[in-house]
C-alpha cells in the first residue's frame, strides 16, 4: 500500500507561482510512474504531468513551458513547480502514483492523494 500525501496549494493572482509537494510513504516500489492531475468544478479530471522513476516526463499541452514535474526518489517527493498562473488552472490537483507507467491515464492509477486547491484569480 502507498499513502500519498499533497501540499502546497493555495490562492494566487495570475502570473504567480506555486510549488505543489507530494510525500510518498508505505510500499514506494509501487511509485515508479508518478503523476500530477487536476479536476477543476464540472470537468474530468486530467493529466497535467508525469514522471517515471527515471526522471522521464510528460505534460499536457496547456502546461507546458510553465509547470515542471520533478521526483526526489531520497526524499520519496514529487513535485510540481507552477509558474505564470492563469484563472484556467484553477483546480484540484492530485498526486498519483503506480508501479507501472501510464501517462496521464488517471483510470490506471491504483495510488491517489486526497488533492490540494489551486486557484487564481485574474
Known amino acids: 500500500q502507498v499513502e500519498l500525501v499533497e501540499s502546497g496549494g493555495g490562492s494566487v493572482q495570475a502570473g504567480g507561482s506555486l510549488r505543489l509537494s507530494c510525500a510518498a510513504s508505505?510500499?514506494?516500489?509501487?511509485?515508479?510512474?508518478m503523476g500530477w492531475f487536476r479536476q477543476a468544478p464540472g470537468k474530468e479530471r486530467e493529466g497535467v504531468a508525469t514522471?517515471?522513476?527515471?526522471?522521464?516526463?510528460s505534460y499536457t499541452n496547456s502546461v507546458k513551458g510553465r509547470f515542471t514535474i520533478s521526483r526526489d526518489n531520497a526524499k520519496n517527493t514529487l513535485y510540481l513547480e507552477m509558474a505564470s498562473l492563469k484563472p484556467e488552472d484553477t483546480a484540484m490537483y492530485y498526486c498519483?502514483?503506480?508501479?507501472?507507467?501510464?501517462?496521464?491515464?488517471?483510470?490506471?492509477?491504483?495510488?491517489w492523494g486526497q488533492g490540494t486547491q489551486v486557484t487564481v484569480s485574474s
Open positions: 508505505g510500499y514506494t516500489l509501487n511509485t515508479n510512474c
Open positions: 498519483a502514483a503506480d508501479r507501472d507507467w501510464h501517462g496521464g491515464n488517471s483510470a490506471q492509477y491504483n495510488y
Open positions: 514522471i517515471d522513476d527515471d526522471g522521464i516526463t
